[in-house]
């Protein structure tokens, strides 16, 4: 095939922007193929290394993208192939490129709206400021193209303040509606796997609702920092973005089973932003997990920082 027919065909150079979308909707997909046993705690371990390299890659300028490959879907699954083995080929299991690519642009858009919805802030903060030193500047309101009332200039800033306000109502409405999941649909009419769609949705949309359901009303989180948060403060941070998680990846699970009671040991890679300072880091971690009366709960979190890690 001639270059130009591949240049014609190809997405790589333009949907590449979708990369960060494109890792986060696999690691979601590869992390309910694991809980429902269609791939192994290994296979998971081994796409979870590959895809934090590959972010690696990428964010460093190093990641190299191939016309051959068409897409940036393509791209990432044969370098991650490349990186890990057969473990890459399976993470496609149980979906297609239409439902990842329908997915990637979804979660593209809304990272995109929340962009705006913070630009939106930032100019409401500064109409705010520009306001506090002008109180006192009296200019001509008009209705009806007559001059009407005198009014502070700073209460015809407010005004605009006002209507910015109104437009991330509509775009937090063009969020709520944008914030669905095509994953799990497959080509077309979806697939014979027994995929937890409801799973990677609450991963994707960071669901507090499905985490509530998760979290022992007893619970505390101790984070690295030694601070302790129970229930309702850990999920009030959530909401409130005190903590924003883009990424939680766990890996060399070890378990320990007593009657009701299982002990998750492991290692936890986070990326996240706390109050506003993006951070990156990994940690071990121990998870308690109890059965009670309505299925699992998560009990306790003890996490500890990793020196020099």
Request: avoid cysteine; aromatic fraction near 4%.
């Given at each position: 095939m001639s270059d130009l027919v591949k240049r014609y065909t190809a997405s790589v150079f333009f949907d590449?922007?979708?990369w960060s979308a494109d890792i986060r909707g696999s690691l979601a997909h590869a992390e309910m193929l694991a809980a429902q046993g269609i791939i192994s705690p290994d296979d998971l371990a081994s796409i979870e290394r590959g895809m934090a390299q590959i972010r690696q890659e990428i964010e460093s300028g190093q990641f190299t993208w191939q016309l051959d490959l068409e897409d940036v879907?393509?791209?990432?699954?044969?370098r991650l192939t490349q990186l890990v083995g057969d473990a890459g080929k399976r993470l496609h299991t149980g979906r297609s490129r239409n439902d990842q690519v329908a997915t990637d642009v979804r979660l593209w858009l809304r990272d995109e709206i929340d962009g705006l919805?913070?630009?939106?802030?930032?100019l409401q903060r500064a109409l705010l400021g520009v306001a506090e030193h002008?109180?006192?500047?009296?200019?001509?309101?008009?209705?009806?193209?007559?001059?009407?009332?005198?009014?502070s200039f700073a209460h015809h800033l407010l005004a605009y303040v006002e209507m910015f306000a109104?437009?991330?109502e509509r775009m937090r409405d063009v969020r709520r509606r944008t914030n669905?999941?095509?994953?799990?649909?497959?080509?077309?009419?979806?697939?014979?796997?027994?995929l937890d769609r409801e799973?990677?949705?609450?991963?994707?949309?960071?669901?507090?609702?499905?985490?509530?359901?998760?979290?022992?009303?007893?619970?505390v989180y101790v984070h690295s920092t030694g601070v302790a948060d129970s229930k309702q403060s850990y999920l009030e941070g959530l909401l409130t973005g005190?903590?924003?998680?883009?990424?939680?990846?766990?890996?060399?699970?070890r378990y320990v089973v007593h009657d009701q009671t299982v002990l998750v040991f492991c290692r936890m890679a986070i990326e996240i932003t706390v109050r506003g300072t993006f951070k990156s880091f990994e940690s071990n971690a121990l998870l308690v997990w109890m059965q009670r009366a309505e299925g699992w709960r998560l009990v306790a979190v003890q996490s500890s920082s990793i020196p020099n890690a």
């Open positions: 590449q922007r979708l879907h393509l791209n990432i699954e044969a919805i913070e630009l939106l802030r930032e002008n109180t006192e500047v009296i200019l001509p309101g008009f209705t009806h193209l007559q001059v009407a009332q005198p009014v109104r437009d991330e669905r999941l095509p994953l799990g649909s497959a080509a077309l009419a979806g697939t014979t796997y027994p799973r990677v949705a609450a991963l994707l949309a960071k669901d507090t609702t499905a985490l509530n359901r998760l979290l022992d009303d007893e619970l005190v903590w924003d998680y883009h990424q939680l990846s766990l890996r060399d699970h």
